[in-house]
């Protein structure tokens, strides 16, 4: 039987921390992620910076990082003019990142005290983040659950064969791609995967399907190793973990964004996040049942340091 690579850590520290919002720390870098690709295309322009980021979260006090391969897929990446090898290169290359920045934390001794070796986890994306119209917060996609299996797949097997700790199928809006990843989580046996939803309020996912369902349904794989709630705002995420916590025994996962609002027509985020605020919450969430924390949009290497206080040592 597969051994779940989180539950050392929650055992171990009381939390399995995860890391903050991979974009938004390549924003405040620098970076352009203005076209449909978003941090995927660093993946060909710039990677090294990604494995900068990717360690500064580790610094921070992450667990995990998770890889640029949310928004990167073989038709995205042939649309802006690449070869397929060239595009399955990339997806692998998201993966190595990850790996070399964990192994360059790992190797300082001075990481070391008090840590467990951290994971690398391979972002799967959901179909919605590939068509960039906003659908991975909607669900209603031109696909049925076939339609996203066989869309999904040929990434799957690309990252399922890397040298990731794990999968992260993230951002999901609806109940139809989960059932199509976890059928192809059963096709790669040697696998783990985390499950992981986007949510309209508190108690449903983003199409309208109860987050309780959506959870008792995961619940049945052995190969889920976790289920969870992410780029959701954080004022909805006690009333979720508690649909949760009553319907699975399986580690629950949250990282919501920072409690920033977005503007879609301007493009813009209003608002403002206190790191320390942010810490707060995370000891609540965890009082509910979560177990492992971290952050999504808006959220910087110093939310997740203040996660890391929270429970080092506990």
């Not at 990604?50 to 042939?78: E, N, W």
């Not at 690309?158 to 791609?177: F, N, Q, R, V, W």
């Not at 046996?189 to 199409?207: E, L, N, V």
Request: hydrophobic share 40%; proline share 6%; aromatic share 10%.
């Amino acid at each position: 039987m597969i051994k779940n690579p989180l539950l050392p850590f929650i055992q171990t520290a009381g939390a399995f921390i995860l890391d903050g919002g991979l974009a938004t720390e390549l924003e405040a870098w620098g970076c352009d992620l203005s076209d449909a690709l978003w941090s995927a295309r660093l993946l060909r322009d710039d990677p090294h910076i990604i494995q900068r980021v990717h360690l500064a979260y580790y610094k921070a006090g992450a667990d995990c990082a998770i890889t640029a391969s949310y928004q990167a897929t073989v038709p995205g990446f042939m649309a802006q003019g690449m070869s397929e090898v060239e595009a399955v290169r990339l997806l692998q290359l998201s993966v190595e990142l990850a790996l070399q920045a964990r192994d360059a934390f790992w190797a300082e001794e001075a990481n070391r005290a008090g840590r467990l070796r951290p994971l690398v986890a391979a972002s799967i994306g959901p179909y919605g983040a590939y068509l960039a119209d906003g659908s991975e917060y909607r669900g209603d996609y031109n696909l049925d659950e076939a339609g996203l299996r066989a869309w999904h797949a040929p990434r799957w097997q690309i990252l399922a064969a890397t040298g990731a700790d794990l999968l992260a199928c993230e951002t999901l809006p609806s109940l139809a791609e989960a059932r199509a990843l976890a059928d192809l989580l059963e096709t790669t046996p040697g696998r783990m995967a985390w499950f992981s939803f986007s949510c309209r309020d508190g108690q449903h996912i983003s199409d309208g399907t109860p987050i309780a369902e959506c959870a008792a349904y995961l619940d049945q794989f052995p190969q889920v190793a976790a289920i969870g709630i992410n780029c959701t705002p954080p004022r909805f995420i006690p009333s979720l973990i508690r649909a949760v916590f009553e319907v699975t025994q399986k580690p629950i996962l949250v990282y919501p964004n920072s409690g920033e609002t977005y503007d879609v027509a301007r493009k813009h985020w209003f608002g403002e996040s206190i790191p320390a605020e942010f810490g707060t919450f995370s000891r609540e969430w965890r009082k509910l049942g979560a177990s492992g924390l971290g952050g999504c949009c808006r959220t910087r290497p110093a939310h997740i340091r203040q996660i890391r206080d929270r429970f080092h040592g506990r």
